[in-house]
T-cell receptor, first 112, second 115 residues
């Protein structure tokens, strides 16, 4: 069965520090991989996506993610976090003809 | 105007009451979805529809029903609300032409509380 895990429920970083949010998946087909961000009181906004090709993908708001097939991972990174990045982040996996499977989310807090 | 609009934004209802959550979209997407979000559980799929005549159950459809009134409208009903249906509900859309690659467009959510 398809599954997505995000091992960190809550992460706190200082503003200006680097960030890495982890995502691991179990999926039978060749996966399409996504990261979404949910700001308080808002819906989910797509940050970036990976289908094929270069395993390092760039997204909006200065985020990037790296696909590692051998580790079944798609970790999200940002070199320098801003206070406005405080939100909940969801990793999702999909495939052609399949509905998305979402991870449980990681809540990011940013210290001034 | 938002691409995907959900109404109401917030709702408190009593146990046993029937309630309908509405979703409309201007994306022109043919696929629509209802998800439920609970803390620590992520988003779970309730129902999805690939066109007006195609309705499918998701992983947690018990206690819910849906209606696809038009390509742009997809409603979720709780026939007899119970407290454990208290959650944040999201509507989402996607485009068959892009398949999974297009990702989903989400509404802002409906926060439902059943007392």
């Amino acid at each position: 069965a398809q599954s997505v895990t995000q091992p960190d429920i809550h992460i706190t970083v200082s503003e200006g520090a680097s960030l890495e949010l982890r995502c691991n998946y179990s999926y039978g087909a060749t996966p399409y991989l996504f990261w979404y961000v949910q700001s308080p009181g808002q819906g989910l906004q797509l940050l970036l996506k990976y289908f094929s090709g270069d395993t390092l993908v760039q997204g909006i708001k200065g985020f990037e993610a790296e696909f590692k097939r051998s580790q079944s991972s798609f970790n999200l990174r940002k070199p320098s976090v801003h206070w406005s990045d405080a939100a909940e982040y969801f990793c999702a996996v999909g495939a052609y003809g399949q509905n998305f499977v979402f991870g449980p989310g990681t809540r990011l807090s940013v210290l001034p | 105007d938002a691409d995907v609009t959900q109404t109401p934004r917030n709702r408190i209802t009593k146990t046993g009451k029937r309630i309908m959550l509405e979703c409309s979209q201007t994306k022109g997407h043919d696929r629509m979805y209802w998800y439920r979000q609970d803390p620590g559980l992520g988003l779970r799929l309730i129902y999805y529809s690939f066109d007006v005549k195609d309705i499918n159950k998701g992983e947690i459809s018990d206690g819910y029903s849906v209606s696809r009134q038009a390509q742009a409208k997809f409603s979720l009903s709780l026939e007899s609300a119970i407290p454990n249906q208290t959650a944040l509900y999201f509507c989402a859309t996607s485009d068959t032409g892009q398949g999974a690659m297009g990702g989903y467009t989400f509404g802002s959510g409906t926060r439902l509380t059943v007392v």
